[in-house]
Structure formats: C-alpha cells, structure tokens
C-alpha cells in the first residue's frame, strides 16, 4: 500500500485499488480515477481530458475554452466557479457565498487518525495510509482538509473533510459532504436500502439518469426508511461479477446520499450530512469536522463489494474487544411478556432458557419507574418496586447464580411527560418552550445537545450497570426528532449534529468504562442501522419483524452492506406478532443462524418435542458461531426476485461452509432433482455434506442436490413439501 505523490497527482494504491487525483492548473483538486489497481509508475494527468467531453458555457481561462469546471471532474466542488452541479461545501461569511478552494499543502501519514467525538474506521500503523491535503479559499483564508486513507488489505478508500475558519470574521457552513466524487461512466444503476418499520433495508434498484436521485433522512436518525448507503453497479454486473462502487456514511443522524448525472452522463456522488436543517457557525479559529464516508470498488459484483464492507467493518470499526469475541446466544422476554412480568415469571422463564442452552437472558422493556405500558417513565432509570420488589441487583444475581449472563434494555435518549425526570426537567425534553410539542410512541426526545443531560443519563446507567454486573445493554430509540430545538443553543443550526454527538458521548463514556458490556443498538427494530453505531455496538437489532419469510428479505438487503455477525436475528413464537403468519420452529431457526442468534418467545409454551428441537438448534448455532463470525458470506438466491433464497458461508480456508436454503411456498407439480449452485468452495477439496460427498467444483458447477421435493406422484420417498421449506447443510473438507 503506498500514496505516490508525483508532481501534484497523489495516487492511492494497494495493488487492489488505485484512486488517483492532482491539482487542477486553477488549483482546485481535480478527480482522475477510482478503480481497479493502475501501475503506480505513471502520470494519469491524461484523464483529465480524456474525460472532459467538450467546451461548455462557461470557461475558466480566456485562452483555454477547455477548462471548465462544468464538466471537468472535480474531488471536493464548490459552487459558483463554473460549475453547476451541486457542490460538496456551501458556507457564507458576510453576506459572500462564492469560495474558491485552492492547494496548500499536503502531508503524508502512517495509519489513520482518529476523528475527535466520532465513529470512524479506524487502522494501525501498517494497516493504512492517509493523505492530508489542506486546501485554502482564495478570497477569506479559510481551510479545507481533505481526509483520504487508503487500507493495506481492502479496497476501500476512507474519507471526511474539516473547514476551519482562518479568516477573521464569522463563518456559516450550510452544506459539507464528506465524500464527493465525479464518476466518468452514468451507465450504471443505483442500488440501494429502503423500506419502513418492520420491512427494513429491501433492496432496490433503479437505472442513473440525468437529474438527481437521492436517497436521506431528515429525521434526526439514519431511518428505517433509507440506509445511509448507496452502490452503482454496471449495468452487466450481478452478484458475482461486474463492477460496482460502494459508498456508505459513518453517521448516524440526517443524511444525504445522492447521485447527480449531468448532461455529459458523468455522476457525481455525494454523501455527508443533510443540509435540511443544518448550518454550523465557525467563530475565527474554530473549526467544523465531517463525520467518514467510505467507498468501497469491486470487481466482483455485489457479492466482492459485500464482502469488502464486511471485511473493512470487521477489522476497522467493530472495537477490538468484540471483533473476535463470541456473541452469547440470547433469549429476549420482550415478546413473551410485553410488560406483563415479575420476578418469579423472569427467573422461571432464565431458568428454562438455560435448560436449553441459552447463555444470556435479556430483561426488556418495563423494569424501571412505573412502567406498565409505553406511556410512562422513560428516564426514570430505577428499578420498578412493584414489579421486582427485591430490586434489580437480586433478578441480576439470580440470572447469574441459574448460569447465565444478564442483560438489561434502556432507552436513554427519550423523556416520558409522566415521569419524575420530566416533572423536575420539563426543559431538558426537546422543543420550543411552552409551544405544542408533537409526541411519538407518547414519549418526548431528550435534549442531548445539552451535557448536564447526557451525564445524568449516564450516571442513572452507570449505578445500574454496577449495581447488575450488567453483561449487556440493548440501547433502544423509538422515536424521530420534531421540533428541534434547544434552549441551550446559540444556533438551532447546529441542534442536529450536536444531538448526535451527544449520543455518541454516551456511548463513548459507556464503552470506555464498562468494555466487557456488549451492546446492541435497536430503533424500534431496525431504525438506526448504521456503521457509525457498530464502532460502539457490534450488533444491532435488525428488525421488530421476526417472521422469518420476511427476515430473509431483510436480512439480504442487511448483508449488502453489514457483516452478518452484526445482525440481531431471533426466533420467535407463532402465529408472528408483526404478520400473523405461522411457519415451522425449523424455518425460523435456519433463517436466525444467519446472524447474532437468539430467541424471544416464552420458553415454558415449548411442547417437550419443540424443546429438544430448540436444544439441537441452540448446538447447532454454537457450532456455526465461529463461521457466521469470521468466514465470508455469500448471497446466493435472492428474495426479491423470486420464491427462493439462498446464501451460505465459507470459512477463510475454505474447509468449512454451511448453506441456507428457503422456498417460502410451494409449487404444484415441481421438479424433483433441484440442485443449488455453490461459490467460493475449494475446486479440488472433497467435502462431506450428510452422508455424501463431493468435489467442490461439482457443488459450484453442478451444484448440491436439494431434498426431493413432493409433487403429487412420490409421496412415499418426498423429503420436503408444502409452504416454508428450508434447509441448512454443513460442508466440511475431507482434503
Ligand atoms: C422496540 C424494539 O425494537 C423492541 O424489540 C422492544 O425492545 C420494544 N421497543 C420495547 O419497547
């Protein structure tokens, strides 16, 4: 891995990737490539024009028509020079919008460095390399750094941006992407992940055209609805071959992730934080940090760019504590009990979850103030007496004396109006004092722009914690932001990103006290699925949806860009509480191996034979955990182009695999001898699966035979049939 600076080109490579840019004759950064590996040795100044179409309407230089920056491909743009797409930055200063960044300076650095108060990726000294180039605005002196790092073993390039305020009077920064890139092909289509409550990260795909397309959230969250990610894929690539670029913000709160084609079929690609709301005041010397966009180049398809994100979140985001630990199998009380619970049911229901090996039992939603349904006492962090009158130091001790370890649900960011916090701080709910305030779920957002606010929170958790020898916290958030507003800020601008700062602290201060707590981030199910909430909690509750046909969608869509092993997926009852569908104990497990595993539903309604199934399910798991941990995981069918799925794991050394195989419904009169194309299998290794064995060219040439399938005519020797059929095999090399 190596940054070559050659005359003003800096080129970024790792033998896998090379993104190479250079100083603009004007001197602003102008964009050459990003791609697949360039020899290293050359001047790819060329680019330039090879790219730039034609002279357009307005020309820099008088005597070089040429040189526009309407079509000349641009790093970080500004508006008001010549070009109008829209620009990475826009900031005004006295009544002044026009900027002009120019070079400065660059420096060169080993590793990457950490960016104060945010989530980022983050790399050793001989794991990455990082350009700083320091731009300044011709007419206020104002800075611009630009950040690029580029990893020694996966092709990712990691950027964000800083303005600091050098000039000598008050600066307003309005829009400030942390990635912006003029991409020369638009023949492309743009995938990405939407969706709402309960139907969260579906895939969809939709062709580039000239305009601008957009996906965002200005919801004060990442969303349910959109994923603060985006991929342009070549119109030839498919799951496993192709090109396709991947782009995602490390950020948790309102977002942009846009596309803009312009009239030459060029497409600029910007994500940062959403202007919608923002505007960030820089008193002289004060400076403004863009959270880390990353982007991602594969050569082979969705699946190798897929792959890149897991590998780049595994290695350099999820914290080194919980990168290789194993994640406990859980059971969660949330859909058995609601708030319906007392001691005696919860030691009751532990104790029969450790029968069946279950390692870590989480206490949900319900177990503090008063609360007896959603309408009360969020931030009243202590233990409900009526429920659990020896308190919740006693439930903890017994949980663990049963063996098992404990966990607890919070919501720290929310106020209920019938709690004591809101009686003594009605103030500290966001909102314009004394106006109509909008509720969700009944309940208030915290102001954490405020510190005082963030540290009582942290101090209720922290007794809590203690006192518990907690093991776990989910860190639920079931509301979006209205009314942004706090009392406490000069600028309401800046409300937003200063809230989710305020989120991250506590997080951070958690984190770096309790190390040992693992947690899992949750937004009613899966509203805030984000890179930026990895780097505190390696694995997130993907959906409140636990029917598992719907889980395989979800759970696709998850893998384009998260690393299975982040993905809270649980088995639940039946009929499901989100769609009323009931499928087999067997589906609903060989769908939640794929996944942190767990299960939310009342041990003690199991039939005898269902327990010993949920024993077998729960030793099969543990034995997959080291696979869903480490191997890499490929999408094989998808859900949204038909009635099968599948996906499988491959270990590094390719000497173990297991394969998920689905049918949500059945077909009249199918045929009998399916089998399923395999990938990534050692050619010349044998691999026992069941009773047989094969070749791996076979399995990924001819592919692995499918149980025989009912239809009609052999009903004596069919091994599956009907609605919700599923298998998981387990391949292991024999050689
Ligand atoms: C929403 C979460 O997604 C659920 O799993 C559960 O924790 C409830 N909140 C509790 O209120």
Not at 235 to 254: I, L, R
Not at 422 to 449: I, K
Not at 561 to 587: C, D, E, F, K, M
Request: charge should be negative; hydrophobic fraction near 35%; glycine fraction near 6%.
């Amino acid at each position: 891995m190596s940054i070559l600076v050659n005359q003003q080109q800096f080129h970024l490579t790792n033998g896998r990737i090379s993104y190479v840019f250079h100083v603009l004759k004007n001197g602003q950064l102008g964009h050459l490539y990003f791609g697949k590996a360039l020899r290293p040795d050359r001047d790819y100044t060329h680019f330039e024009k090879d790219h730039n179409p034609t002279p357009a309407s307005c020309h820099t230089y008088e005597d070089d028509p040429a040189f526009s920056l309407e079509t000349i491909r641009q790093e970080y743009p500004v508006y008001g020079k010549g070009d109008f797409r829209e620009p990475a930055i826009l900031m005004s200063q006295e009544q002044k919008s026009v900027a002009n960044f120019v070079y400065k300076s660059h420096d060169i650095l080993e590793g990457k460095p950490a960016l104060s108060g945010l989530p980022a990726t983050y790399a050793a000294s001989s794991e990455a390399e990082t350009v700083l180039i320091v731009l300044e605005d011709v007419y206020s002196g104002v800075e611009l750094h630009l950040s690029y790092t580029i990893f020694a073993n996966e092709a990712v390039i990691a950027r964000n941006a800083r303005v600091v305020n050098k000039s000598t009077t008050a600066l307003s920064v309005e829009r400030m992407m942390s990635l912006s890139i003029d991409l020369p092909e638009a023949e492309m289509d743009l995938l990405h992940l939407s969706g709402t409550w309960s139907r969260e990260r579906h895939v969809k795909t939709r062709a580039l055209e000239q305009g601008i397309q957009s996906i965002s959230s200005i919801r004060g969250a990442s969303s349910h609805h959109h994923n603060p990610f985006l991929a342009l894929k070549a119109k030839d690539a498919t799951e496993h071959t192709g090109e396709v670029f991947g782009f995602q913000f490390v950020y948790s709160g309102n977002f942009l992730a846009q596309t803009e084609v312009d009239h030459y079929g060029v497409a600029r690609v910007q994500l940062g934080i959403h202007p919608i709301g923002f505007e960030w005041n820089l008193a002289p010397g004060e400076a403004f940090q863009s959270p880390e966009a990353v982007m991602v180049y594969s050569g082979e398809g969705l699946n190798g760019m897929s792959q890149t994100f897991h590998q780049l979140y595994r290695n350099h985001l999820i914290s080194e504590q919980w990168k290789t630990a194993e994640r406990p199998v859980l059971i969660n009380n949330w859909e058995a009990t609601y708030f319906d619970f007392n001691e005696e049911k919860l030691i009751h229901f532990a104790k029969e979850a450790k029968d069946l090996g279950v390692e870590l039992f989480v206490l949900d939603d319900g177990w503090f103030g008063k609360r007896n349904d959603d309408r009360t006492s969020l931030g009243d962090w202590f233990v409900d007496r009526e429920k659990l009158p020896e308190g919740i130091a006693s439930l903890a001790s017994k949980v663990k004396q049963a063996g098992l370890k404990f966990g607890l649900w919070f919501e720290p960011e929310m106020i209920s109006v019938d709690s004591d916090l809101y009686s003594e701080h009605p103030e500290w709910a966001v909102g314009v004092p004394e106006e109509h305030y909008t509720l969700g779920r009944n309940q208030r957002v915290l102001d954490y722009t405020n510190p005082i606010v963030v540290d009582t929170i942290f101090e209720r958790m922290r007794a809590i914690i203690q006192a518990t020898d907690l093991d776990y916290i989910k860190w639920d958030m079931n509301r979006n932001i209205t009314e942004a507003y706090s009392a406490g800020l000069d600028h309401q601008g800046e409300f937003f990103h200063r809230y989710i700062l305020g989120v991250y602290d506590l997080y951070e201060r958690l984190t770096s006290e309790f190390p040992n707590v693992l947690f899992e981030s949750c937004a009613g199910g899966g509203g805030r699925f984000d890179p930026a909430l990895l780097y505190y909690a390696p694995q997130a509750w993907a959906s409140d949806d636990t029917d598992a046909v719907e889980r395989l969608k979800i759970q696709y869509g998850t893998s384009m860009a998260y690393p299975i092993y982040s993905i809270g997926s649980h088995v639940s009852a039946v009929p499901n509480h989100q769609t009323l569908r009931s499928t087999p104990l067997s589906l609903r497990a060989d769908v939640a191996y794929f996944g942190t595993f767990g299960y939310e539903l009342d041990p003690s309604r199991l039939s005898s034979e269902e327990q010993e199934i949920v024993k077998e399910q729960i030793r099969r798991y543990k034995s997959f955990r080291p696979l869903v941990r480490d191997g890499s995981f490929i999408r094989l069918q998808s859900p949204f182009e038909g009635n099968e799925t599948a996906w499988m794991i491959v270990s590094s050394d390719q000497k173990e695999a297991i394969v998920g195989w689905y049918k949500a419904s059945s077909t009249p009169n199918p045929r009998t001898n399916q089998v399923l194309k395999l990938k990534g299998l050692h050619h010349d290794s044998a691999y026992q699966v069941e009773s047989s064995t094969y070749y791996g060219d076979e399995l990924m040439q001819n592919g692995l035979p499918l149980p025989i399938e009912f239809n009609g005519a052999n009903q004596a020797f069919a091994e599956r049939g009907g609605d919700f059929q599923s298998k998981v095999f387990y391949l292991k090399a024999l050689y």
